[in-house]
């Protein structure tokens, strides 16, 4: 079939099949090159998401460190100075609670009598004692 076409005919088919090929195998090696790109990208993009996303998380955690810390000194000193009072210091935990907004709770707790030596005297009122009345508020 091939041999009874004229010669114009025979050279337009070779040349159109060239064409068709060469244009297929162009495309090909576009499209693998873009999806090479384009998954570079999305891996630089989901890197830098996850810096930003570890540094705030990071921050947050160092803020929650600090204000504990911050709260651990205070509560020292205020035994140092034999201040005890316990609506005081619940009301203490309760503002820096509401202060810090990426804080969820706070907890403290002192040994039996270490606080104050009234633990029998708040023994089983919730949620700042326990039912032995020690100081182990949880807001």
Known sequence: MFNSLNLKTKIFFLVTVLVVVSFVIVT?????????????????????????????????????????????TVFETLKNHDVTDRALMNDILKNALVKKEYITAFCIAYD????????????????????????????
């Not at 029998?120 to 009345?133: F, I």
């Open 28 to 72: 090909m090696i576009v499209s693998h090159k873009s999806i090479d790109v384009a998954k570079k990208e999305a891996f630089i993009l989901a890197e830098e998401t996850a810096e930003n996303y570890k540094n705030e998380i990071k921050a947050e955690l160092q803020g929650a460190r600090v204000t504990s810390e911050t709260l651990s």
């Open 112 to 139: 039996p009598n270490a606080l104050d030596g009234k633990d029998k005297q708040y023994a089983g009122k919730k949620p700042e004692y326990d039912d032995t009345g020690r100081y182990s508020p949880y807001w």
